[in-house]
């Protein structure tokens, strides 16, 4: 592949700086909206009361846990999208996309199927009562909307696959604006709308979620749009092509539940500790947010940029951007990570700024504490996301599941030990997650350089031109 002469080459080249930073930019700004959503949600709920802040991040991961495995799965509809886009095969594209909002849609009854079970979950974590009512409630709204995310996230592939991030980025901006707008009307009861907290919180999640897939909807029902994807004519059931995608989605779908799980698990636990300590780790992972959403643009622009460039048989191309993207993320995450050591409290001002000082120094020097972990872990936290991103893109799914199958119950069985036999607290539950994701980062960067993946596919062998590819039948 040979290295650049220069700074400007490195920048202008087929695959440098100026290439991937042109794809990843709109998404990066695309996630960011949620981020900042996410981030002024956390907040405005903090402004309510102390206990509805802390309700919102287990009910929240529960609701996104149930998430997990259909939305990795119709997600990896990006990379075959990309896939199909490289190899110049715009008609496979549109009935590939439907494939996986037909997944989405049968998502929708289904999430309605958990609302009463919400009571039973919550109390069976052993979570004080004030909080579980708060966080039942939170995760029965939430499952109301459920579906939608799913089949926005097949829409949205439709265009990241294609490179048409700029898309993304509008749609999901303005959904992020609703979302906030209907946060600040609905918790605090402004503008006509009751003052329903918690409640008004999800109420507004619900409604930005649907909105995304009503406005994808009629962007891609215009002709010309039809004409080129098929798009109407590939809304038929095709099942070879339904289960090509659950074969190599699937497990995507199931090292996401995976992970998500056992994060989850460690949610809860933390909040056996105490409503001060879940609340200090629901306001470090708000903070968190903050540099880690961002990356999960960056890491779907890599995967994007390696399906395109693996549907042409250039594996170098696609390294090439892979690496690129890492230096982008890393210099991102170094510097929010020298942030979070240095000047905490400049991201923890917005929390503290509507909040009684002497409710907020209760929980301010634990969170400054576990910012410190985050820094720690951040950076690796990058590397996996970008480098299991770029394998994602190739098809190398059923590694990142033996990996999570793995990596995953360990250190949740860890962590329970140290909480139950060794009366370990938060800081406990800290660590073994920073070892964790730091563990995860290097375990990735190993399998991308090895270069397994250079020689996978998703797409069908007959789309692709001859060459030494082979189907991604192994991992």
């Known amino acids: 592949m040979g290295r650049p002469k220069s700074i400007a080459d490195w920048w202008t080249r087929t695959c440098g700086g100026r290439e991937v930073l042109r794809l990843a930019l709109p998404l990066v700004a695309s996630t960011i909206s949620w981020t900042v959503m996410n981030f002024i949600d956390r907040m405005f709920l903090m402004w ?43 008609e496979r594209i549109g009935q590939v996309v439907w494939q996986a909002v037909r997944v989405g849609g049968v998502c929708v009854p289904l999430f309605f199927l958990s609302i009463p079970l919400a009571p039973h979950v919550f109390q069976w974590a052993g979570h004080g009562d004030d909080v579980v009512g708060l966080e039942v409630l939170y995760f029965q709204v939430l499952a109301l909307g459920g579906g939608a995310t799913v089949v926005a996230a097949a ?44 409640e008004g919180a999800a109420w507004a999640t619900v409604v930005s979620q649907w909105f995304r897939v009503a406005f994808y909807l009629a962007l891609m029902l215009r002709p010309a749009v039809q004409a080129r994807y098929q798009l109407l004519a590939g809304r038929r059931l095709d ?20 992970e998500i799980g056992a994060i989850t698990f460690f949610i809860l636990l933390i909040g056996q500790l105490g409503e001060a300590a879940l609340a ?30 693996l549907g042409q048989n250039r594996p170098d191309l696609a390294a090439r951007a892979t690496w690129t993207a890492s230096l982008f993320a890393l210099t991102y995450t170094g510097t929010m990570a020298i942030g979070y050591i240095t000047l905490p409290d400049l991201f923890l001002f917005g929390h503290a700024a509507g909040t009684d000082a002497e409710t907020f120094a209760s929980v301010r020097n634990t969170v400054v504490v576990l910012l410190r972990f985050v820094a720690v872990y ?23 599941l033996l990996v999570s199958l793995i990596a995953s119950p360990l250190p949740v069985l860890i962590g329970w030990l140290g909480i139950v036999w060794l009366h370990g607290g938060l800081y406990w539950c800290w660590a073994v997650i920073t070892g964790w994701i730091c563990t995860m980062g290097i375990v990735y960067l190993v399998r991308f350089q090895r270069g397994h993946w250079r020689t996978m596919r998703v797409i069908e062998p007959s789309l692709i031109e001859p060459d030494t590819t082979r189907i991604a039948e192994s991992g």
């Open 48 to 90: 309510y009361s102390i206990p509805s802040m802390a309700a919102a991040l287990p009910a929240g991961m529960l609701h996104f846990l149930m998430l997990c495995f259909p939305l990795g799965l119709v997600s990896y509809v990006n990379t075959f999208v990309a896939q199909y886009h490289g190899a110049g095969q715009s």
């Open 155 to 198: 829409q949205a592939a439709f265009f990241t696959g294609r490179g048409a991030t700029l898309v993304v980025m509008m749609v999901d901006s303005l959904a992020a604006g609703l979302n906030v707008v209907l946060d600040y009307a609905w918790i605090f009861g402004y503008w006509g709308f009751p003052r329903l907290g918690i």
């Open 239 to 258: 099942w070879p092509l339904l289960r090509r995608l659950v074969r190599f989605g699937g497990p995507s779908g199931l090292q996401l539940l995976i």
């Open 280 to 309: 200090a780790t629901t306001l470090a992972v708000n903070v968190n947010s903050v540099a880690f959403v961002p990356m999960l643009g960056l890491g779907l622009a890599v995967s994007t940029i390696v399906g395109q460039q």
């Open 378 to 400: 951040c950076l690796f936290d990058a590397m996996a996301i970008l480098f299991v991103s770029a394998i994602k893109g190739a098809g190398d799914t059923r590694f990142i």
